[in-house]
């Protein structure tokens, strides 16, 4: 089966400039998160997503970064304005939600976004 | 939550045993234990899960003692392919709140 895929694989931008990433699940996944890597550290879920609606965005910096799921499928994740320390790599993940047969809720990770704010 | 404690790097040998353990003296009765694997440039995999006892696949092996309060990530005959760095999680699943906490992970260096 297809793969959870993200696009861009790699964003160079300048602070206070707009970025957006894409990511689509896997299909059938209901639940889709975002997380931001920073460089020598493990990810950190900023949102996650339970079909359309939103279960957990309470590590989201809601003044500049946005996300949305349209149709409880694909998700994009915005920052505007950037700042320096927005510079990490973006992983989107997604998973079977409980319920759908899935005896572990494993989360299948996309190749993620690298992103440079210089 | 409960919060997870793991060593910052290993080293070892290709062929060896690596055992990696995990703290996490707060675990909750419904909690679940899942280890991930990541490699530079891609984005974590799921290696393993558990709740008690042994679990065994084809990669892996995960230990957790009776108290829960620990556990520990078996590799067999390690190869350099295996350096990575190993996340340990522990949450609710069953009820659909799985709250997804990596910690800073450990990193496996395995040398020829």
């Known amino acids: 089966e297809a793969g959870v895929a993200q696009s861009p694989r790699y964003k160079i931008i300048e602070k206070r400039q707009s970025v957006a990433f894409w990511c689509n699940p896997i299909?059938?996944?209901?639940?889709l998160y975002w997380y931001q890597q920073i460089l020598g550290q493990g990810p950190k879920l900023l949102i996650q997503?339970?079909?359309?609606?939103?279960?957990?965005d309470s590590q989201l910096p809601k003044d500049r970064f946005s996300a949305e799921r349209l149709k409880g499928v694909d998700s994009t994740l915005k920052i505007q304005p950037a700042k320096l320390e927005d510079s990490a790599v973006y992983l989107c993940?997604?998973?079977?939600?409980?319920?759908?047969?899935?005896?572990?809720?494993?989360?299948?990770f996309g190749p993620g976004t690298r992103l440079l704010v210089l | 939550l409960a919060k997870t404690t793991q060593p910052i790097s290993m080293d070892s040998y290709e062929g060896q045993e690596v055992n990696i353990t995990c703290s996490h003296n707060?675990?909750?009765?419904?909690?679940?234990i899942t280890w991930y694997q990541q490699f530079p440039s891609q984005g974590p995999r799921f290696i393993i899960q558990?709740?008690?006892t042994k679990v065994t696949n084809e990669v892996a092996s995960l230990f957790i003692p009776a108290d829960r309060k620990s556990s520990t990530l078996s590799l067999p005959r390690v190869s350099l392919s295996d350096t990575a760095v190993y996340y340990c999680?522990?949450?609710?699943?069953?009820?659909?709140?799985?709250?997804?906490?990596f910690g800073a992970g450990t990193r496996l260096f395995v040398k020829a």
């Open positions: 993940a997604s998973s079977l939600y409980p319920g759908q047969g899935a005896l572990e809720e494993t989360q299948y």
């Open positions: 299909s059938g996944h209901a639940t």
């Open positions: 997503f339970q079909n359309n609606g939103v279960v957990d």
């Open positions: 707060n675990i909750a009765t419904n909690d679940y």
């Open positions: 558990g709740y008690k």
């Open positions: 999680l522990v949450g609710d699943i069953p009820t659909g709140g799985f709250k997804t906490i």
